[in-house]
């Protein structure tokens, strides 16, 4: 896939780093900064640092560093097309494209698998609207969903006599393939169909295969109402996270996603309007399926059933959710009816209310808790206290410790000004990164490190290019002499550079660690100066001078010839005039700064 400048320019200017690399490792807030722990290496103590106001990162112990693009396609494996994607998809950018769109390398056994399910989608989708699946149709309709809904979400019926399979078969699919994706099984009397006389709803993976089925039988008498695909090489239920592939961007744009528990749910929300929603296909919310929310949005907000096993899920889930650095927000739900109960009861107005109007995740742990705890009991109450506070010392914010712990004193009667000192006292340490390695490329003598700062003042400003080019034009190391080239040619389309879209312009790995370790540097400065800039190639010209200098006087020792000599001498005599015209300058400028 080749990507245009442009696009790849509006997409890193509209993605904060901070914000993209917040979805899949957890930030501490520090200062102007955020530190994480690096994943790049063995790391334990917060070493990566991400910088807002240049849109880099950078790890001080493994050199890991770059802009919003290297973290994705390091932390993801991806090329460097797909990087962009990644962001632009998590953000919502839209992207202009010049070919078409990324041909990934698939596993052929696993498009045969998506060929098949794909098939049986459209083959139940059918049955759906014939005679046979017309109580199925009466079903459905009795239950709210009308026909752009069934569209919408490819809802089927899977007939008797194993229809499906024999459909399969006849289409040429292999039956190995059929039963790897669980669409049919095999038995002691031969191939059958899973799903016989259910309901049929796709499941698909982040990208939008279809990858398994949630299945609902119409016989009030069946203890299965619902079943799903068995796990395979293409489900696995704690990876999977229903309905996502359609939800991303809307949850992107809205600033939330929405969770629920099942596949119904999410369908009573569209019926609603309500378009950012997803399930995790049950109660038991895995950490993968976490942090693929996340990527949506880092704002989660839950809305399991309002029973006692769904306000248990959400109480699970929601820590779960805070440990990975997510916000989490609650849909309070007093009702006890699950979102389709709830429309139907109530109508569709009372769903799009409760939405509105989430509360925080402390006000649900002192619903959840109170119910769970009887506070007429002392040791349970002790008990309550103790976990509700136990939420409380997590809390980053102090008013809200200070509120929450007043509020739990005032149910509860104890006295928690002790405890809140304990909270105050164990509030997360900002963590300072330990600089294993030099913060600048190994400065091994003066005229290196006023290179260093050169090039880094020509980051900061076009007069520093113009100087550089004006008085110098050249550096002597191959390395920091690249990157000086490419700030200059920088400068001739625009007058600012934006160090996070310069790094992209940079060729090799070394170039943009080079980059990376010369401008989070604390020796750098921080700022243009017109005189650090002067200064640092009035340096470099000293010492191009004495090491010319030097070669002259090696030069005068060797050559016969007098005429040559003589020439070398006068050359060697003017060359110690101008070295010590910059001596007797350094010297004037240290006395002024001394006094």
């Known amino acids: 896939m080749r990507l245009n400048d442009d696009d790849i320019a509006k997409v890193r200017s509209s993605a904060d780093i901070a914000d993209i690399i917040g979805r899949f490792i957890p930030l501490v807030k520090k200062g102007k900064s ?185 016989d009030p008498s069946n203890p299965s109402k619902y079943i799903n695909t068995t796990e395979t090489e293409f489900y696995v239920k704690g990876n999977t996270v229903y309905n996502y592939h359609r939800s991303k961007n809307d949850a992107r744009k809205m600033g939330f996603i929405l969770v629920v528990e099942g596949v119904t749910d999410v369908i009573a929300f569209a019926r609603a309007g309500i378009s950012n929603v997803c399930a995790t296909l049950g109660t038991a919310c895995t950490t993968n399926q976490l942090k693929l929310l996340k990527q949506c949005s880092s704002t989660i907000r839950f809305c399991y059933d309002g029973d ?37 009861e109530f109508g569709i107005e009372r769903l799009q209310d409760m939405i509105k109007k989430p509360i925080t995740w402390m006000e649900f742990v002192f619903e959840y808790l109170s119910s769970k705890y009887d506070l ?13 506070m136990s939420e409380i010392k997590l809390l980053s914010d102090d ?55 050169l090039i880094a003042q020509m980051l900061l400003s076009i007069d520093a290019a113009e100087i550089y080019k004006e008085k110098l034009g050249f550096l002597t190391s191959d390395k920091q002499q690249k990157v000086a080239m490419m700030i200059l040619d920088e400068y001739r389309k625009t007058d600012k550079i934006f160090l996070a879209d310069f790094m992209d312009s940079l060729q090799g790995d070394e ?56 020439a070398l001498m006068q050359e060697y005599s003017n060359s110690l005039v101008e070295l010590r015209r910059y001596i007797d300058e350094e010297s004037r400028k240290k006395q002024n700064s001394s006094n």
């Not at 096993?309 to 006890?336: F, H, P, W």
């Not at 007429?376 to 509700?388: I, L, T």
């Not at 008013?399 to 104890?414: E, I, V």
């Not at 001078?545 to 006087?553: D, H, S």
Request: hydrophobic share 35%; proline share 3%.
């Open 34 to 218: 955020f530190t994480a722990v690096c994943p790049f290496h063995d790391d334990h103590d917060p070493s990566l640092s991400i910088s807002q106001d240049k849109q880099i990162f950078k790890c001080f112990v493994c050199g890991a560093g770059g802009n919003v693009f290297t973290f994705v396609q390091d932390y993801e494996h991806i090329t460097f097309p797909e990087a962009v994607v990644k962001v632009a998809e998590l953000i919502g950018q839209p992207l202009q494209v010049t070919t078409s769109d990324f041909v990934k390398q698939v596993d052929p056994h696993k498009e045969a698998g998506y060929k098949v399910m794909n098939e049986a989608i459209q083959y139940m989708m059918y049955t759906l609207n014939s005679a046979t699946g017309s109580l199925a149709k009466e079903y459905l309709h009795k239950r709210g969903l009308d026909e752009k809904i069934i569209q919408q979400f490819q809802i089927g019926y899977n007939d008797e006599a194993d229809n499906l399979a024999k459909f399969l078969k006849a289409k040429g699919y292999k039956d190995s393939d059929c039963i790897a994706t669980n669409v049919t099984k095999i038995t002691e009397s031969g191939i059958h169909d899973v799903f016989t006389s259910r309901i049929t709803f796709p499941i698909h993976d982040v990208d939008g295969n279809p990858i398994g089925f949630s299945a609902r039988t119409m």
């Open 308 to 344: 006692r096993a769904g306000q248990a899920a959400t109480y699970r889930a929601g820590k779960m959710a805070l440990e990975l650095g997510c916000k989490v927000e609650i849909v309070s739900n007093k009702t006890d009816k699950d979102p389709d109960e709830i429309i139907k």
């Open 376 to 388: 007429d009991n002392y040791s349970s109450k002790k008990d309550f206290a103790q976990e509700v």
């Open 399 to 453: 008013f809200d410790r200070q509120n929450f712990t007043h509020q739990l004193s005032t149910m509860t009667g104890f006295n928690f000004q002790s405890m809140l000192n304990e909270t105050q006292v164990s509030k997360p340490k900002e963590i300072t990164p330990k600089k294993k390695v030099q913060p600048i490329t190994q400065a091994i003598d003066g005229r290196n490190k006023a290179e260093d700062i």
């Open 511 to 566: 170039l943009k660690k080079y980059l990376i370790d010369l401008t989070t540097s604390e020796a750098m400065p921080q700022s243009y100066s017109k005189e650090i800039v002067i200064g640092s190639i009035d340096r470099i010209k000293k010492w191009l001078l004495e090491e010319k200098v030097q070669n002259l006087k090696k030069q005068i020792r060797t050559i016969t010839n007098e005429e040559s000599r003589n």
